[in-house]
């Protein structure tokens, strides 16, 4: 940073607060930024100057600077004197320039402050919804601030990579065609086509495929999106994605990029070269060994399936489940010397969890089991168990049997509880390949596991196994979070037009919903591939911050509520009148949120 | 541009096609890309094959490789044979790869085409809406790739140098409060607080001065922002701006920050090193010499004053107009040999521009006016006129008596029509500063010359004489458009509170419409500055395009249209119920545009 060539009539300063160091002593200097801390001491006054670069304390005799005496916190203030070091054994080794000071004889005041709806420093925690309606106070606490400019650090990481592969930085449009693809539209009244609404979109998927048939070779975007979902744990009405795709590509060019794209991210922001390339794990295997499709691979303990141990067992609960088609599968939690009712609570969960009950288990001297089950299960199966799961003395071992998709529903979530390291520290990458096409709904149907512009691996497959058909699609897991998915594309429209009628869209429905688009596969469309990740959840994780709302400038509430401006608002019915649109009722007296205005 | 790196199962290629040269002859290659032009020449067929890269020219026995025999223009193949040179005289200068071919021994169709709506080169210009309708082959055409890539050069330009001074990118929210600053808000229905809105944002101007409050250095952002306006020229919905904002920084630093920005575009695109700083002219003087606020530089034809040369006149029709406060400039045209009909043809011109008439007069040899109103002007008046115009024989003078503003409005656009250079070949840039705060309207109350946010030069001025201050405000004009603008903002809470009052925005009004926002400058606000600028018109310009549209990937028609895509289109009733709105008329059947859906 050089703060001499920021300008300006009048130099509000000559330099930054990180830059006053011992080199500096007997300089003269002008700073400019916000009282940070203020105490008075035997007649003089010492505070903390922050800018944007750090502290610095500067310290100034009222009696010479009269205007020193109205200072308050977070009052805007330009400052010059000299830099001098401090006197012995006043430094402060917690700050950058804890060993200096300014010694100021101007000052001037060039805004003042009211009094604080909460201490800007990282130490306070303020309410998060005091937070928000202050964000401009918030923002300025060193944590904040550390997390936007990451944030523009990160994606100009993206831009480097990507630019220099001869990647085209493509804007597409924002007001677009309503096409309902899962998650509802938000949607724009148009007022030159009163009646007609463009839709906010849910991602530029349509759009960059366009561009591929356009003869863009490779294209990207940091593209805002928008979703309009109820909200769960920790989403925003709008996000950010780095948005890829390529020409004459596949799956192999696209996962190196994104690899080398994220490495640079990681670089930047936390100084560590991953290893390159990232693990892969198959869908179905991820499911088997950790009971999910995002796994997170920073700690063990890997689900067993340990159904044919008890092919033949005497245990009616289990010889039960698995005449019923179901599986029995188990995880060793390791030594947690856990009480009796902290045990019962792991039950407790995992009935929660939609299991029919938990078998938990704990490893003695010799390898038997200590379990209230223990008396049903024959000393083959005792001993098929240790072995499978490596049990050694003390470790806790969880057993589910159920169907194959609650098992891993439950274990896989048991062992996040148990084992998931606390915070971010250690970064585990990986991809997760050959998705299933298609999910089946619990009426049957079929529905797009990515989307509906998924290639199938396998035609034939596709057509006769719809419900075993492997896609080429991938997503990549970081510490057991999706930070994003990819796929190849179909390029085939007749393909298309398959993928439509096994997702039941009927001809005329796939016409009016999507025809436009299969309209453009016609004309020579090239084999493409891409990539989409969310870049408000990288940011969060790379930043060690449990939610991404603290990486992103101006969010909104759960509820899509901006406490600052107050906004959604009512608007002027003369206004919706233009727009051939009125309110179908009034505003909900009983909406919770509605004092939040 | 390294294919190999392109990965994928399988290579759909191993070189592009403007890698294809004479260094390569002997060596096999393997193509992808889209048969662009075909011939049969004695049994062989010879077509050009385009990529991302260029054009090279394909040889192909069909007795040896069967699939060429069903080649039709558009198909997506990719090709493998060996380059050679081509024989001595059948080479195509035009082309760079020219003088070599690739002699195919293997060819495989990726995907068909249907016959097309329009040819794909740049000779031939189709109608704009067939080309919106098929956007997708409208961007084959080897123009509008170089758009887009010049698009995405001037972009990546624009980061490097605000990157490199430590500026932050920020992405401020989309979903906003409705703040009415001129345009009119696109609205986006909230689900979750059903009756409320949010709207798009016309700018980020708001939000990057809060930043400014969060203790933000220097931001900047490529924005998405929103217009409802109808449609005049050259305008979309949607558009781009580079949106910059900085504390503790004034005019000066913006200007040299925006300079080079514009100089390292310039540079990329056309190769060209602008002379800096940009020249620059006061408003004032800009409205009388060129008769607007955005003058074109690339040529003179300055319009002169000459007021005081008829201050005794006993021309009626000018002493008229300078009793009534009027005034009479003019300018030379130069030596334009018009027939009388043209010369009528400029005054026909003048009068639907506004003025009461329009003098026009031919510079003869010995200095007197050949004119229909030579008869009343004296001779000393002639003298004058024609020195003060710098008048040679044969140039023609053009007055005008009227109003300031009417004289420098039809002067400026007269000026214009005679002069403007075509295209876009020389790039004269330069700042339009000193501009008044506040503009008068007919209904003699007061609006922001900018907005409502910009800082006066002088606070008592300001108070005292409101049509007569300036503001601390500037545009950056090019080739007489006006590419942004920008101002040192207001940052004292009072002083804002001051120009809504002269505004007429009542206490409370201001307190409902930006109460939020002057809240926030009541901590501590820094002094900052910014300047926001059109993306869209900048390349317009720089690509030498007519029209936005042409560097915009997927534009909208004048009305709003996507005739690609048919939005905006009706929705689910159900939908908008979900919402809390209802249609409030049917559409209007006797929109035009109807149709276009």
Not at 162 to 185: H, V
Not at 454 to 466: F, G, Q, S
């Amino acid at each position: 940073m050089d703060p001499t060539a920021v300008g300006g009539e009048k130099p509000y300063r000559t330099a930054y607060a990180a830059d006053v160091s011992e080199a500096k002593a007997g300089e003269r200097v002008r700073l400019a930024g916000w009282v940070a801390r203020r105490r008075d001491q035997g007649g003089v006054y010492f505070f903390d100057l922050r800018d944007v670069s750090g502290l610095v304390q500067v310290v100034v005799d009222p009696a010479e600077v009269p205007a020193a005496r109205d200072l308050r916190m977070e009052y805007c203030i330009t400052v010059e004197g000299t830099v001098r070091p401090r006197p012995a054994g006043m430094g402060n080794p917690e700050l950058a320039t804890g060993n200096v000071e300014l010694a100021a004889d101007q000052l001037e005041v060039l805004s003042r402050s009211e009094p604080l709806p909460f201490i800007i420093d990282d130490r306070s925690e303020a309410d998060e919804r005091l937070r928000l309606e202050y964000r401009y106070l918030d923002l300025r606490r060193p944590r904040m601030a550390r997390n936007l400019r990451a944030r523009s650090v990160a994606t100009a990481a993206m831009r480097d990579v990507l630019n220099g592969r001869d990647f085209l930085e493509i804007e597409t449009p924002t007001l677009i065609r309503s096409t309902p693809e899962g998650a509802r539209d938000m949607l724009v009244p148009s007022r030159l086509r009163r009646g007609d609404f463009y839709a906010l979109p849910q991602s530029p998927q349509l759009f960059k495929q366009l561009l591929m048939v356009g003869g863009v070779d490779r294209y990207y975007q940091i593209a805002r999106c928008y979703r309009d979902e109820d909200f769960r744990s920790d989403r925003q009405l709008e996000f950010t994605q780095l948005d890829v795709e390529g020409s004459f590509w596949g799956r192999e060019g696209v996962l190196e990029t994104f690899e080398a794209v994220v490495a640079a991210v990681v670089e930047r922001l936390r100084g560590v070269t991953l290893n390159l390339p990232f693990p892969r794990l198959a869908y179905a295997e991820a499911l088997l060994r950790y009971g999910t499709d995002k796994p997170d691979l920073r700690f063990g303990m890997e689900i067993s399936d340990l159904s044919d141990v008890f092919a033949e067992t005497g245990f009616r609960a289990f010889s039960a489940t698995l005449e019923a088609g179901g599986v029995i599968r188990g995880f060793n939690a390791g030594d947690r010397q856990l009480s009796r009712s902290q045990i019962d609570g792991l039950e407790t969960r995992a009935k929660e969890l939609g299991a029919k009950g938990l078998v938990s288990a704990v490893v003695e001297e010799g390898g038997s089991l200590r379990s209230p089950t223990t008396k049903f299960l024959s000393e083959p199966e005792t001993t098929a168990i240790v072995k499978t799961l490596g049990g050694a003395p003390g470790d806790l071992l969880l057993l589910v049997a159920d169907t194959a998709r609650t098992a891993a529903q439950v274990l896989g979530q048991l062992r996040l509880d148990v084992g998931k390291p606390a915070g971010h520290d250690e970064l585990v990458f990986l991809w997760v390949i050959d998705f299933p096409i298609f999910d089946e709904l619990e009426s049957g149907d079929l529905a797009p596991s990515h989307h509906p512009f998924t290639a199938p691996v396998d035609l034939i497959e596709m057509r006769e196994r719809p419900r075993q058909a492997i896609a080429k699609a991938y997503d990549l897991v970081l510490n057991g979070s999706e930070l994003g998915s990819g796929s190849v594309r179909i390029h085939d429209p007749e393909v298309q037009q398959e993928v439509f009628k096994i997702l039941g869209i009927s001809a005329e429905e796939a016409e009016s919903r999507f025809g436009w688009f299969v309209k453009a596969l016609r004309y020579g469309t090239p084999p493409h591939a891409g990539f989409a990740m969310g870049v408000d959840r990288l940011l969060a994780i790379l930043q060690r911050e449990t939610s991404i709302r603290d990486v992103i400038p101006f969010p909104k509430t759960q509820t899509g509520i901006d406490p600052m401006t107050g906004s959604p608002t009512a608007v002027d019915p003369t206004q919706l009148a233009e727009l051939g649109i009125a309110l179908r009722v009034g505003p909900d007296p009983e909406d919770p949120d509605r004092e939040d205005g």
